[in-house]
């Protein structure tokens, strides 16, 4: 399990379900493909793509580190 699917299900279990649509890729500026990638762990976010993921679910960038 990626850091990234980690955090995804702790915020799950607080009453928040993660269902990414087009304003979420849009807004992240990451399309849906390279989002794919980046949560699987086949990839590494770039800084600006970390920039966006930490700000969205609201964490600490360290934790992402």
């Known amino acids: ?3 990234i699917e980690k ?4 915020k799950e279990g607080k009453n928040f379900v993660f269902v990414p649509n087009q304003s979420f890729y849009d807004g ?10 980046i949560y699987r762990g086949e990839i590494e976010p770039n800084v600006s793509e970390l920039k966006s993921i930490v700000a969205f679910f609201e964490i600490p960038l360290t934790e992402l580190i």
Do not use: F, S
Request: hydrophobic content about 35%; proline content about 0%.
């Open 28 to 37: 992240m500026k990451i399309n849906q493909k390279r989002w794919g990638q």
């Open 7 to 10: 955090i995804i299900k702790e």
């Open 1 to 3: 399990m990626t850091k």
